[in-house]
């Protein structure tokens, strides 16, 4: 096998939040009308904190610890487990001992997210004098969105007990850094113990630890962080204003609706612009001695300091139209057609480019993204039967134009012109596009019914069950039309089943929820097509009253520990990633008063 290289990085990081929340409402009611208006607003703040000297840490030290071991051979073979495929290494330094790997390097994460909503909304309704039963509608809203977004984190190279980086004990005994806590879990065995051996995870608490008792021993990469503080700083507003006109008319049986939206929507988006002028480009290639710490930020703000911005506005008019047709008691139909708009989401209006070194990807925003329309037709049949109880089946088409689609199909090319300033060489590409069309066609039914004819404390007992059926097609024109009969991120196959009992102040719910495999990013080269694939999760909800103002709740989540997502491209031996999703505990008071 051609000699490659073995990557290690464990991370833990600290996430804390808040939000605020505002929304008065008002509501008059006058014989035939009725008068509705509220405001909203609400400001929420992400915080990720791994250096202790964060405002939100509270002293812990956690971090990313990455090392790397070069010039080793292996063989991969998938044929007992894709997902953890046994490992047999054929060349160079033992891969299972620390001390052998080099370039020990701690990020330490410090990002902060900020998002305001303010909006306000109108509702008048009239109801009309005429002989059959009939209103008109008619209101407003408009909202305000801002987000903002930087990131001050900084990353570290460990340089030995001589506390300078470049020399010979850079890579010496790293094997102090092994993270022995975790090493005879179950999980571990199970995973790793028939694969080759355990993999020399670093201990990432430990190292941060190490970085904060011995800072000399550890060298800032003072231009990774100049550069990431730059870059990260992204800023976005917002602005839909929509009217909207209906009325209805119930002839009998018949009920019929119609009426048309008109919105406006207005955005701006603010980011990086990665650029070096002639003269700086001169003044660099003239430089002489050493990059200094205080040089490395200048070249840094230099090259990414300066902001680019993005403005657009597009106006859109929504009509539909709805019937319903109640053929007997409880027994409804309904047919529908309708318009919609689908926005490109706020990281593509802010120019931006994400490298990840770890995957060797590149995230691309598309500032250039347009939104994307869709015209549906529904059909539904629902029948309520008593006590309570309904089963209904339904039917839809959606034909999707400038659908947007995540394309992952290009790779970085090597040369000084490639778009990324000679960095990144094969590197995949990431980003978003409109594509030619899409369509979805779909079938639903689902039945819920509390089982109440049964004898005494059975008649707590409830059931309910779904299922989703979708046929995709799309065709993402272009220069390079790619036409295909699958569209990513649509679940073809889903379902859901439940469990209930309420009674003697219980509440208890059992669910499984089922997801069939799908596409999540599609190319022109087949190898490159991945697949999420099929799973089934299991989750237990429970509530007990203890008196009308406090309740005691217990819930799983995934109890199973179903992976979250386990991706492959092509064919399913050939997994691109996998993330584990252990049971999620959740359990507590409420109170409400």
């Given amino acids: 096998p051609t000699l490659s290289f073995s990557d290690l990085s464990v991370g833990t990081n600290n996430k804390s939040g808040r939000t605020f929340l505002f929304s008065p409402s008002v509501r008059h009611r006058f014989p035939g009308l009725s008068l509705d208006y509220r405001l909203s607003y609400s400001n929420a703040a992400t915080y990720y904190d791994t ?73 008048l309704r009239k109801d009309l004098p005429v002989v059959v039963p009939a209103f008109v509608k008619t209101g407003f809203t408009a909202q ?205 209006i802010i120019p931006n480019t994400t490298a990840n070194d770890d995957n060797r990807t590149v995230a691309v925003s598309n500032p250039e993204l347009k939104p994307q329309y869709a015209h549906n037709y529904d059909f539904s049949a629902e029948y309520y039967f008593r006590p309570q109880g309904m089963v209904s089946l339904g039917l839809f088409r959606k034909r999707i134009a400038d659908y947007i689609f995540t394309d992952s199909s290009q790779f970085v090319p090597t040369g000084a012109d490639n778009g990324f300033d000679g960095d990144y060489a094969g590197y995949r590409i990431t980003t978003q596009a409109n594509g030619g069309f899409a369509k979805i066609e779909g079938l639903e039914i689902s039945y819920q019914q509390q089982l109440s004819f049964l004898p005494g404390w059975l008649r707590g007992f409830g059931v309910y069950a779904n299922a989703t059926a979708l ?8 220069t390079a039309v790619l036409t295909t009969s699958s569209l990513p991120n649509f679940i073809n196959r889903s379902a859901n089943l439940g469990l209930s009992y309420r009674g003697y102040d219980l509440d208890l719910r059992l669910q499984a929820i089922h997801r069939g495999k799908y596409l999540t990013s599609n190319s022109a080269n087949p190898a490159l097509v991945q697949y999420q694939e099929a799973k089934t999760t299991w989750n237990w909800k429970s509530r007990y009253a203890v008196s009308r103002h406090l309740s005691i709740f217990f819930d799983l989540e995934n109890i199973f520990s179903v992976p979250l997502n386990t991706v492959y491209a092509a064919y399913a031996d050939r997994v691109v990633s996998s993330r584990t999703f252990h049971t999620k505990i959740v359990a507590g008071l409420s109170g409400r008063y």
């Avoid at 205080?294 to 008019?317: F, M, P, S």
């Avoid at 046929?471 to 272009?478: A, F, S, V």
């Fill in 144 to 348: 305000r969105q801002e987000r903002k977004f930087w990131d001050g984190s900084r990353r570290y190279n460990y340089t030995g007990v001589d506390g300078v980086l470049g020399t010979a004990d850079d890579n010496r005994d790293l094997g102090q850094f092994l993270d022995r806590t975790g090493i005879t879990t179950s999980d571990q065995k199970k995973y790793y113990g028939n694969r080759g051996g355990i993999p020399p995870w670093p201990y990432s608490d430990g190292i941060a630890r190490h970085k904060a008792d011995y800072p000399e021993l550890w060298k800032e990469d003072v231009a990774y962080g100049a550069q990431l503080r730059y870059q990260s700083l992204r800023k976005i507003r917002e602005t839909i204003a929509a009217a909207y006109a209906l009325g209805n008319l119930q002839l009998g049986p018949v009920a019929v609706l119609g009426g048309v939206r008109f919105e406006r929507t207005e955005g701006s988006g603010e980011g990086p612009l990665s650029y070096i002028s002639p003269e700086e480009r001169a003044r660099r290639a003239a430089w002489v001695g050493p990059v200094t710490d205080a040089e490395t930020r200048r070249r840094a703000e230099a090259q990414y300091g300066r902001r680019t911005t993005n403005r657009g506005q597009y106006d859109v008019v929504l009509p539909g139209l709805h019937a319903k047709y109640e053929i007997a008691p409880g027994f409804l139909t309904r047919l529908s057609w309708s318009t919609g708009v689908g926005r490109p989401g706020f990281g593509n």
């Fill in 471 to 478: 046929r995709t097609e799309g065709n993402y024109g272009g």
């Fill in 51 to 123: 250096d202790a000297n964060g405002s939100k840490a509270g002293g812990r030290h956690k971090g990313t610890a990455t090392a790397r071991l070069g010039n080793i051979g292996w063989t991969v073979d998938r044929r007992g487990d894709p997902i953890y495929p046994f490992i047999a290494q054929t060349a160079g330094p033992d891969m299972l001992q620390l001390n052998n790997y080099s370039n020990l390097v701690l990020t330490s994460r410090n990002q902060r997210g900020y998002d305001s909503v303010m909006g306000g909304k109108l509702d």
